[in-house]
C-alpha cells in the first residue's frame, strides 16, 4: 500500500485560496507541469529533493519551468502526513523575501487553526 502524503492547499479565513486563484491563471502546458510536481509531492513526500528545495523556517520551494518561465509553488509540512501548499509564483531569480515571509506567515496562521485554514481538493482545470 502507497503511503501518500495528503495535499491540502492553504484557505484565507475569507474562503480564498491564494494557490488556487494564481493555478486558475497558468497556462495550460505550465498547469500540468505544476500538477506533475505536486503529484511528486505527494509521491515522496519529506524525502523530495530536486526539484524541491528548502528555503527557511519550514518553508520549501517546488519548481517547475515551461517555455523559459520558471514556476514555484511554496509549501510548508504538517507533521509527517501532510504538506500545506501556500501559493505560487513566478520566478526570476530567486524567491523574494517578501514571498517567504508570506508563506511563513500562513504556515504560522495554518498551525493556528487547521480547519479554518484548509482546503483539499481542486479539479485537473484548478475548479
Known amino acids: 500500500m502507497e503511503n501518500r502524503l495528503r495535499l491540502i492547499f492553504y484557505r484565507e479565513a475569507t474562503g480564498q485560496a ?7 491563471e497558468l497556462q495550460d ?3 500540468d507541469k505544476v ?7 505527494a509521491s515522496l513526500g519529506h524525502a523530495l529533493r530536486r526539484p524541491a ?8 520551494e517546488l519548481r517547475a519551468s515551461t ?13 509527517k502526513a501532510a504538506a500545506i501548499v501556500s501559493h505560487g509564483l513566478v520566478k526570476e531569480r530567486e524567491v523574494p523575501e ?10 504560522a496562521l495554518f498551525e493556528g487553526d487547521p ?5 483539499e481538493r481542486i479539479g485537473r482545470r484548478g475548479e
Open 35 to 41: 500538477l506533475v510536481r505536486l503529484e511528486r509531492l
Open 53 to 60: 528545495d528548502y528555503l527557511r523556517d519550514g518553508i520549501y
Open 18 to 24: 491564494p494557490f488556487v486563484e494564481w493555478f486558475r
Open 67 to 79: 517555455r523559459g518561465r520558471h514556476f514555484r509553488v511554496l509549501y510548508f509540512f504538517h507533521g
Open 29 to 31: 502546458q505550465a498547469r
Open 98 to 107: 517578501r514571498e517567504i515571509n508570506l508563506a511563513i506567515r500562513r504556515k
Open 115 to 119: 480547519a479554518t485554514h484548509t482546503l
